[in-house]
DNA sequence: TAGTGGTCTAGACCACAGG
DNA sequence: CTGTGGTCTAGACCACTAT
């Protein structure tokens, strides 16, 4: 049987866990590794890549392949679409539109998404239920300028997460998490009482440069994220 | 200047984004591809791997690679060590251990981590400081039926992160995030008012199928964990 | 069964950065 | 200047799975 690139990385992965490899020792180099392990150097070149992509390890040319002192941990959330993720669990999507308002931007939204003083913007709030209940609390704003046919969707009868995925399906984001209190109107929505600690996801979304919308989804008390790494 | 897999793959990136090649359509296999764009098939590969990866377009054998319908997208968080963290704000950090008590593990962490029933436990609370303000606050388990030297360590002067770190560098882990209300003790130790809201990060970690230790991590008032995708 | 992606190989050239 | 990783190539065989 030959030699693949996952044994070449379970099998560093293992000398580096058990002790073998401590933290900042050297590893040796490609060409020595593919001869020990009797495999091309392409090969043990894809397990040290994915292992440094991985933050276990770190290459620089020249300078050779070290085992990090402090492993970078990074963990990975995936981000659904709120009725994949209610469907996924079995329950019943249901979706409602509370507020549609075209106004111009306000100074705190052009200030954070850095829009002209002119921008317009559509202010959207809605609500996600999973068997009835209130699962999460939308509130998005939507850049007109940049996204003008936005003005003419029905978000009546399509939610705008869903909207925004086929009119820009690629962007860049960012996204920001945290506690806050619920007020009254959210707390009427999410059906929780005021003050309740509520975890909040917040977005920014551009495209190709452009602001494109900015969003809080605020979940019903309890909710996690949760991930594996 | 030959074609490079970055070439490759920003180019179909872009055929992507720009709706030529929208979701869910099928996209040509990689020998036509590595034709068209004068390559190698390997070329190629990596190009449409590492979309594959990052959400972009979903592959199977035989099926053929198609654009997502909904591309996954991913948040990737660093977590780093919070000492790091605080000192790279460019403020002072302290550590102080405010409790350590060596006890048998109680049901709930047995059944959380699944340990047996005479499980022994270390149970530690410690507060971080950035410039003297807390910054976070840690409630920690470490299994010493597992890490039976964790009963010897001083964690007086080094916190347990750290010294988790030095003995078991790489684990498995399961993170959880979630928002709560601080109760006494927590606003005592964050300086913020009963009730507030607060972030907290939840972490589980395994060695070798062993769990090592549970912990909950809970930050000041106002926490925002932030990336971009 | 046949088409597609997954991977390995052996060799090559190059870019970068340490000494 | 030279060692190391980064990448490309052309060809090959294999594993999976849709049809």
Not at 13 to 35: C, H, R, Y
Not at 71 to 76: E, G, K, L, N, S
Not at 91 to 111: K, N, V
């Amino acid at each position: 049987m030959k030699v693949t690139y996952k044994d070449v990385k379970a099998d560093i992965l293992s000398k580096i866990t058990n002790g073998q490899w401590p933290p900042g020792s050297l590893v040796a180099n490609e060409v020595d590794l593919a001869m020990t392990y009797g495999c091309a150097r392409a090969t043990v070149n894809r397990a040290m890549r994915e292992l440094a992509e991985e933050g276990i390890i770190e290459r620089r040319r020249k300078a050779g392949t070290r085992v990090r002192m402090t492993p970078i941990r990074q963990a990975r959330f995936d981000i659904p679409v709120v009725r994949d993720e209610i469907i996924q669990k079995g329950a019943a999507y249901r979706y409602t539109l509370l507020s549609c308002i075209s106004q111009p931007a306000p100074d705190w939204l052009r200030a954070r998404l850095d829009l002209p003083a002119e921008a317009k913007a559509l202010h959207l709030i809605c609500m996600h239920y999973a068997d009835g209940v209130p699962y999460e609390h939308e509130d998005r704003w939507i850049n007109l300028t940049a996204l003008p046919k936005a003005a003419s969707a029905s978000f009546e009868e399509i939610a705008p997460t869903e909207w925004l995925l086929s009119a820009i399906p690629f962007s860049e984001v960012e996204i920001s998490l945290f506690a806050r209190s619920a007020e009254k109107s959210l707390a009427d929505y999410l059906d929780c009482t005021v003050g309740d600690p509520v975890f909040t996801v917040e977005r920014s979304t551009w495209w190709r440069e452009n602001a494109v919308t900015y969003v809080r989804l605020t979940y019903r008390p309890g909710h996690r994220l949760t991930t594996r790494y």
